[in-house]
């Protein structure tokens, strides 16, 4: 029997743009691999060189499914922030109607290369102005995404964004519930949930039953990315004891944007490190700990 992942124990993955763009995909999986990580969490940003991934032939997709099955490293799961520049809710139409072709290019990616679960990121609108009628647009086109994905057998889940339109798990619950669907669920990220000023630990317990990953990473208030494990204002410990206490069963991903580091393999190891220290503090078994 294959076994790529303890599944006795909470597995831990880490965020594609945490290593080098130029690295090749075999080198980046290792790394991942040699580091202690789980698996990997793709990503398909605003970015024309990533979008690109979303037309790879079947030529390129049977490589990858090659490189994974070799490495024995998984992708277990995509953060799709294209909709940055293409919002699923934007009152151009032709700008909504290309999310939505992301959209539905990304659900065909993942059923190709063995994908579980594509974060969406919770924006109606991110350059623009949001409005009743973005709302109206986001809702319409999400409720369209999620058949997509009932048809595929692929999870979407709501981030909790760096934006006012989704940045809590209550308002992403909100959103579930109207729509009403086992294929989507929610992607809480304890770091931006901290930067808001929220009761993290309450917001956690919210989504407890629908949530299907968790974006681990450190933040100051007002400050979302780049802030160093150890020198925000997170309490990790706190968090993981309420994913301890609610029996939590699913992966953890730390989020990090170290790809221009001077050694990004050595800070990925770092960081694994120190997030498995936290996690122990709060009673949860990591994979590899």
């Known amino acids: 029997m294959v076994k790529i992942i303890d599944l006795d124990k909470v597995p831990i993955g880490i965020y594609e743009k945490a290593l080098p763009a130029e690295m090749t995909w075999a080198g980046r999986l290792r790394a991942a691999k040699e580091a202690g990580y789980d698996y990997l969490e793709l990503s398909i940003d605003e970015s024309d060189q990533r979008l690109a991934r979303l037309d790879w032939g079947?030529?390129?997709?049977?490589?990858?499914?090659?490189?994974?099955?070799?490495?024995?490293?998984?992708?277990?799961?995509?953060?799709?922030?294209?909709?940055?520049?293409?919002?699923?809710?934007?009152?151009?139409?032709?700008?909504?109607?290309?999310?939505?072709?992301?959209?539905?290019?990304?659900?065909?990616?993942?059923?190709?290369?063995?994908?579980?679960?594509?974060?969406?990121?919770?924006?109606?609108?991110?350059?623009?102005?949001?409005?009743?009628?973005?709302?109206?647009?986001?809702?319409?086109?999400?409720?369209?995404?999620?058949?997509?994905?009932?048809?595929?057998?692929?999870?979407?889940?709501?981030?909790?964004?760096?934006?006012?339109?989704?940045?809590?798990?209550?308002?992403?619950?909100?959103?579930?519930?109207?729509?009403?669907?086992?294929?989507?669920?929610?992607?809480?990220?304890?770091?931006?949930?901290?930067?808001?000023?929220?009761?993290?630990?309450?917001?956690?317990?919210?989504?407890?039953?629908?949530?299907?990953?968790?974006?681990?990473?450190?933040?100051?208030?007002?400050?979302?990315?780049r802030v160093p494990f150890g020198d925000g204002n997170v309490d990790f410990t706190a968090c993981f004891k309420v994913l301890s206490e609610l029996n939590y069963p699913g992966p953890l991903l730390v989020e990090m944007w170290s790809e221009a580091a001077s050694d990004p393999i050595a800070e990925i190891a770092k960081a694994r490190k120190w997030i498995s220290d936290q996690m122990a503090k709060g009673g949860i078994l990591c994979s590899k700990n």
């Open 58 to 225: 079947p030529k390129q997709l049977r490589e990858f499914r090659e490189i994974i099955a070799e490495t024995e490293m998984p992708v277990l799961s995509m953060c799709l922030s294209a909709h940055r520049r293409f919002p699923l809710g934007s009152e151009d139409k032709a700008i909504r109607d290309a999310g939505l072709e992301i959209m539905r290019k990304a659900l065909c990616f993942a059923l190709a290369t063995g994908i579980r679960v594509i974060q969406l990121a919770g924006y109606d609108e991110y350059y623009r102005e949001s409005n009743k009628s973005t709302r109206e647009h986001f809702m319409r086109n999400l409720r369209q995404s999620v058949v997509w994905a009932s048809r595929v057998g692929v999870t979407l889940a709501i981030e909790v964004m760096d934006h006012p339109f989704i940045n809590s798990v209550h308002k992403a619950m909100e959103i579930i519930k109207e729509i009403d669907s086992p294929w989507l669920h929610v992607y809480p990220d304890i770091g931006n949930l901290s930067a808001w000023g929220l009761d993290v630990p309450d917001e956690l317990r919210c989504g407890a039953r629908r949530t299907v990953a968790i974006h681990v990473k450190d933040t100051k208030p007002g400050v979302f990315k």
